[in-house]
């Protein structure tokens, strides 16, 4: 304890704790490393880009062999340390936006957290540009959902489009914009605008037969071509 530790003694206990960590003393490895990295925070500057990255290794690996769970107390200081840099990447905001997501069981909590990510990667010219724009649209894919799990549909729905402007055929979002506008219709009073959301929906669903997303993208399309001519009738 109180021990400074160089670069050189962070890479020898990094091999240490990969040491460990292959052997599947997992537990060890979690208190070993999460100490390491506390006492260098502690001892500026503490750069993860410049020093050793075999820790980092080693956690990851730890991560994997539990199944990637995302609670280890050694990945979670390392992810977030990386986070205050600069430098850091869509890549490593992701994974700390799944650190803030794990254990939590409110909805509203979870769309904070997607939110915000969203916030900060728009920011990030690598992301909007293209270098790194995957991890946007899939951060704004799933803060659209989120707004849909807290019972705020329209506000999805533009979500979802603004999605769009970036990938306007991702994945299923024809087809989740098709539910929103149904949802929408059921709840619009007016019979004129009831029936242009309807229409809308239609429009969506037919879009997404065109880009089957793995294959199952057109079969629920088509489900819910087929339910909306059933309520028709």
């Not at 799933?142 to 799990?149: E, R, S």
């Amino acid at each position: 304890a109180g021990v400074r530790l160089r670069p050189e003694g962070y890479e020898y206990v990094s091999y240490y704790v990969a040491a460990r960590a292959q052997a599947g003393r997992l537990d060890e490895a979690d208190k070993v490393g999460a100490d390491i990295l506390k006492r260098f925070a502690a001892q500026p500057p503490f750069n993860l880009d410049q020093d050793p990255h075999c820790l980092y290794s080693a956690v990851v690996q730890m991560k994997d062999q539990r199944e990637h769970r995302h609670n280890s107390e050694a990945s979670a200081l390392i992810l977030r340390e990386r986070a205050r840099s600069p430098q850091a990447d869509a890549t490593v905001h992701m994974q700390v936006a799944l650190l803030d997501l794990a254990g939590l069981k409110n909805a509203t909590q979870e769309l904070k957290v997607w939110e915000g990510l969203v916030g900060k990667l728009e920011t990030d010219s690598a992301c909007v540009s293209g270098e790194n724009l995957r991890s946007l649209v899939s951060a704004y894919y799933k803060f659209a959902h989120a707004l849909n799990q807290v019972g705020r549909p329209a506000d999805a729905l533009v979500a979802y489009q603004k999605l769009q402007v970036y990938s306007p055929h991702y994945a299923e979002v024809h087809y989740n914009k098709g539910i929103l506008l149904s949802v929408l219709a059921d709840k619009e009073p007016d019979a004129a605008k009831k029936a242009q959301l309807l229409e809308e929906a239609r429009q969506e669903f037919l879009l997404q037969t065109q880009y089957n997303w793995h294959g199952t993208a057109a079969d629920n399309a088509n489900k819910a071509i087929a339910k909306l001519q059933l309520a028709e009738k």
